[in-house]
């Protein structure tokens, strides 16, 4: 059996969005919220360029390329989706696309990596700022960031970490599923105190393949997302995940 990767848990949220220096006073609700947002560089150091930007201007422009593929594929979806019609929205030239990245399916992937490091960001941020009474709270914050995604993020709702492009999209060697749940894992560990292990690997990667499907589910029903389907999930994953980390106290 392949266990989730060990390596694509998280680092620690103040080593991923830098410094605070530029904020300005009564904007802090706002920064944090925009802090939650991986840096850019570090989700293209993974993704499968031609090249890495070397400058800033050139790191904008593929930036401004995810994010016109992020629109595209809100819009018509991955089959209508080309490298001319990016570097239009994009305003670059059809050179400077493929300068950077070899196919549409190229630019996705750098997409999904982007949402990939997003997400898990977010969450790690959500988990060291609040304080939890119990682990199932933790389990429902980990939905809501990505309902939150879902419903906010440009191009998500369509790629979402690219199971519609190809099941391993994020990572050659790892279904998209079993990726995401080597990054929520570590996670769940501090807030929870699984004891680490095969056993915990596989209960991840259930709980994160089973709430996948009945989330998909509640888009499919309602645009913002089935509230009754959302609920179900939650309940869904705390309900299997008490083995694990141990029910929830009765009140």
């Not at 680092?11 to 802090?35: F, I, L, M, V």
Request: hydrophobic share 40%; glycine share 6%.
């Amino acid at each position: 059996m392949t266990t989730t990767s060990r390596t694509s848990s998280t680092t620690a949220p103040a080593q991923r969005h830098g410094s605070n220096a530029d904020e300005r006073p009564g904007d802090n609700a706002e920064n944090t919220r925009k802090n939650r947002v991986a840096s850019p560089d570090q989700s293209l150091a993974n993704a499968p360029l031609r090249r890495l930007p070397a400058q800033q201007r050139s790191m904008a422009r593929v930036q401004r390329m995810l994010d016109a593929c992020a629109e595209l594929l809100d819009e018509g979806g991955y089959t209508e989706l080309s490298t001319t019609r990016i570097a239009e929205r994009a305003g670059v030239a059809i050179g400077s696309v493929y300068q950077f990245f070899p196919d549409k399916k190229a630019i996705t992937q750098a997409l999904g990596l982007r949402y990939l490091d997003t997400f898990t960001l977010r969450v790690a941020n959500r988990l060291a700022e609040e304080s939890f009474g119990h682990w199932t709270e933790a389990v429902d914050a980990i939905v809501d960031e990505y309902i939150d995604m879902h419903r906010n993020e440009p191009g998500f709702r369509s790629l979402h970490f690219g199971d519609v492009v190809d099941i391993r999209l994020l990572d050659s060697d790892n279904e998209n599923n079993r990726v995401i749940a080597g990054r929520l894992r570590d996670l769940l560990i501090s807030v929870a105190g699984a004891s680490d292990g095969e056993k915990l690997d596989r209960a991840i990667v259930v709980a994160v393949e089973a709430s996948d499907a009945v989330l998909k589910l509640a888009f499919r029903d309602d645009p913002d997302g089935d509230p009754r389907l959302i609920a179900e999930a939650k309940l869904l994953v705390r309900g299997y995940l008490e083995q694990l980390f141990g029910p929830r106290p009765r009140r």
